[in-house]
């Protein structure tokens, strides 16, 4: 067995090429970026590679300097589609016209024309469009005869990315909504596991009497500045509705532009018509100022939310969040069972196929598929999540980990099912003993007590060890199994001669017997 079996990607939008079908993710974590007006739920999209859905395209053409869609029987329009990211390309296959009437539009959140381009394919079959800021939709039209003659674009698809990933058929995005409990102005949340923290706090400033600001001038540059008693220094990740962050701190800054310092402090450029801090208070007390800004460590707050399953599909899925970045890490497939197949065959009947789905990985175990119970028999866990020694004391030094949870035991000689991805299992023994005859590369169980323990003359500390081997992960066997369901499925015996079979493993049926 060998358990590199999940993958970890993030970014604003995040593809997976080898999702496992049907399996739930191990987490979705989504970043919300600082937000005026708060954020009280987030939502993950996910969807295929393809973004267009032909079955909305209309006789029309879109054009690309207006937004403004025209009725025209010599193109084909899309409808509204969402974007998102920093890239899409528009493709069809080699084998269709290459004309260069393709008209292309970005529209924000409320489907006003953002940005566009006209006439924008001219002898070739695919192109990457940078998509604007403030885009969520795109529309895109082509022309499909040209003087008279028909110019067909076969295969067309719209893919998030730079790059043309071959067609592949629409499939329908599907959303999951995660309620947080209550409103952020930035922080974290696992749509998955519900765990999240709000990193980000709201002030408005109304100039009133409480505020304390101070006023200061140099070399002809004014400042105002305020205290933050619990912002994180050394920061401009913070947003307004009248600064806008500097790229850097200096003392006196820009017009317009402002941070918090290395104290914790608010500072804001502004022009000369504000010679003090009274000034400025009137200024605030027509026109409030609204910060979110990033906490300092010790005022960050873990809250807990409902969890729900996110599941992948077999092949290309992408998500993405318009709260902010997705860092998802989702099973790998090939790794584990995800279903099982059970086969029927009789000598004068068609053979009948079944294939239970367990919407999740199961190492080993057992599944009854007509009940719709099973029992999953190895957990995985990350060397990195074990509590590591490094004994020295014999022969050659070997790493061990106490108290693994919910470990079988195993006494001596007794071989262990436990593995770990490159080393060959041996039988258990006692600390000194496997010290002293375990092999490099191989890996086994302490007798009688819930360790695991590896030989690798690699590494001499366990801090070494943990810096390569971090992230793999130890499969082994439960001592109590974990039980699960999924949708079962009717079997039904035919009279006479039945045999059944299933492709994963061996199988064990009870059944009515005729009556002579």
Not at 85 to 103: H, K, P, R
Not at 262 to 289: E, H, Q
Request: hydrophobic share 30%; proline share 3%; net charge negative.
């Amino acid at each position: 067995m060998a358990f590199d079996d999940t993958a970890t990607v993030s970014g604003s939008v995040v593809a997976i090429e080898n999702g496992a079908d049907e399996v739930g993710a191990k987490s979705c974590v989504v970043t919300v970026r600082p937000t005026l007006s708060g954020v009280s739920s987030v939502t993950e999209t996910q969807t295929g590679r393809n973004l267009f859905d032909i079955s909305t395209t209309t006789n029309g053409q879109i054009n690309g300097t207006n937004g403004a869609y025209y009725v025209n029987a010599n193109w084909q329009a899309s409808d509204f589609f969402s974007v998102h990211g920093a890239d899409l390309t528009l493709s069809w296959d080699t084998d269709s016209s290459n004309y260069y009437q393709v008209n292309l539009a970005f529209y924000d959140s409320e489907k006003h024309y953002v940005d566009g381009s006209n006439n924008t394919f001219a002898n070739i079959y695919s192109k990457t469009f940078t998509i604007p800021s403030g885009a969520v939709y795109c529309r895109a039209s082509w022309s499909i005869s040209v003087g008279g003659s028909p110019a067909p674009r076969n295969n067309i698809r719209i893919n998030l990315g730079s790059t043309d990933g071959g067609y592949t058929p629409y499939t329908t995005p599907t959303h999951y909504t995660s309620t947080i409990g209550r409103t952020i102005y930035g922080g974290t949340t696992d749509i998955v596991n519900g765990e999240g923290q709000e990193t980000h706090a709201k002030m408005t400033f109304t100039g009133a009497t409480d505020e304390t600001w101070n006023w200061g001038e140099s070399g002809g540059k004014y400042r105002v500045f305020a205290q933050l008693m619990n912002a994180k220094t050394d920061t401009n990740t913070f947003v307004s509705n009248l600064i806008t962050p500097a790229p850097s701190a200096s003392g006196y800054p820009d017009i317009g532009t402002g941070w918090i310092n290395n104290n914790g402090r608010i500072v804001i450029g502004v022009d000369s018509s504000i010679t003090s801090a009274s000034d400025w208070k009137a200024y605030l007390s027509n026109n409030n100022m609204e910060i979110a800004y990033e906490l300092a460590d010790e005022y960050k707050t873990d809250f807990t939310s409902t969890g729900q399953e996110i599941p992948t599909r077999l092949g290309y899925n992408a998500f993405w969040s318009e709260q902010g970045d997705t860092e998802l890490t989702y099973y790998k497939s090939g790794y584990g069972f995800t279903s099982v197949t059970v086969h029927k065959e009789t000598p004068d009947g068609e053979p009948v196929v079944h294939t239970v789905k367990f919407h999740r990985i199961v190492y080993g175990g057992q599944a009854d598929v007509v009940r719709g119970i099973g029992q999953n028999a190895i957990n995985t866990i990350q060397v990195k999540n074990l509590n590591w020694t490094y004994y020295t004391a014999g022969t050659n030094p070997i790493f061990y980990a106490i108290n693994v949870p919910n470990m079988k035991t195993y006494g001596r000689g007794d071989m262990p099912n436990i593995a770990i991805d490159g080393y060959t299992t041996r039988t258990a023994h006692s600390r000194s003993n496997l010290s002293t005859n375990m092999a490099n590369m191989e890996c086994s169980a302490i007798e009688n007590v819930q360790t695991i323990a590896f030989r690798n003359d690699t590494y001499t500390s366990v801090s070494d060890m943990l810096s390569a081997m971090g992230d793999i992960v130890i499969g082994y066997e439960m001592d109590e199994y974990e039980t699960f369901t999924f949708q079962p499925i009717s079997m039904e015996t035919d009279e006479g001669e039945n045999t059944l079979f299933a492709n994963e493993g061996d199988s064990a049926i009870t059944y009515r017997k005729a009556v002579d």
